[in-house]
T-cell receptor, first 110, second 117 residues
């Protein structure tokens, strides 16, 4: 069955350092969504990528969707303590079913 | 406006009992999803609804799990004869779903934390 793998599982950075999390799908995706979950909270939507090779930016966050629509990345420049949380990718198929990655837990040391 | 609500927020039940979890999606959202999240883990897809119909039930872990949605709004997830491995946070999400092939952001509820003792 379809799987979405996400690495790394954990990332500890010093405030100001950059952070990247990667997602890889075993099959071609229709789209990919990214979510952030703060400790004790529920996932909150960050962005959706649909087009092959698409790159979107939100302030310090840069999202990429691979040319083959099988991988994606989220890069945070100059992390802040407010970036702490778990970041999930969710790959969507053609039938609006989403496969979530296992998440990358980011810890930022001040 | 109001977001996705779920009830109860916490449920402790004895092994073997049935439980019913409720989700109230955002008004006007035609798509509704159920996920399960075990402690420190990712989200496991269970089922989704387009309106009142569930095109894909393949994520339900066993025949003890069932879900329904009536009136294109409220959904209930029922777990019969609960087992300890059913302990998890059950998250519901809703989204717009206007056109085939179009997807929209999912708005998650706060979840129901289920503990089976």
């Amino acid at each position: 069955g379809q799987q979405v793998m996400q690495i790394p599982q954990y990332q500890h950075v010093q405030e100001g350092e950059d952070f990247t999390t990667y997602c890889n799908s075993s099959t071609t995706l229709s789209n990919i969504q990214w979510y952030k979950q703060r400790p004790g909270g529920h996932p909150v939507f960050l962005i959706q990528l649909v087009k092959s090779g698409e790159v979107k930016k939100q302030k310090r966050l840069t999202f990429q969707f691979g040319e083959a629509k099988k991988n994606s990345s989220l890069h945070i420049t100059a992390t802040q303590t407010t970036d702490v949380g778990t970041y999930f990718c969710a790959g969507g198929d053609n039938f609006n079913k989403f496969y979530f990655g296992s998440g990358t837990k980011l810890n930022v040391k001040p | 406006g109001a977001g996705v609500s779920q009830s109860p927020s916490n449920k402790v039940t004895e092994k073997g009992k049935d439980v019913e979890l409720r989700c109230d999606p955002i008004s006007g959202h035609t798509a509704l999803y159920w996920y399960r999240q075990s402690l420190g883990q990712g989200l496991e897809f269970l089922i989704y609804f387009q309106g009142n119909s569930a095109p894909d039930k393949s994520g339900l872990p066993s025949d003890r799990f069932s879900a329904e949605r009536t009136g294109g709004s409220v959904s209930t997830l029922t777990i019969q004869r609960t087992q300890q491995e059913d302990s998890a946070v059950y998250l519901c999400a809703s989204s717009l779903w206007l056109l085939a092939g179009e997807t929209y952001e999912q708005y998650f509820g706060p979840g129901t934390r289920l503990t089976v003792t």
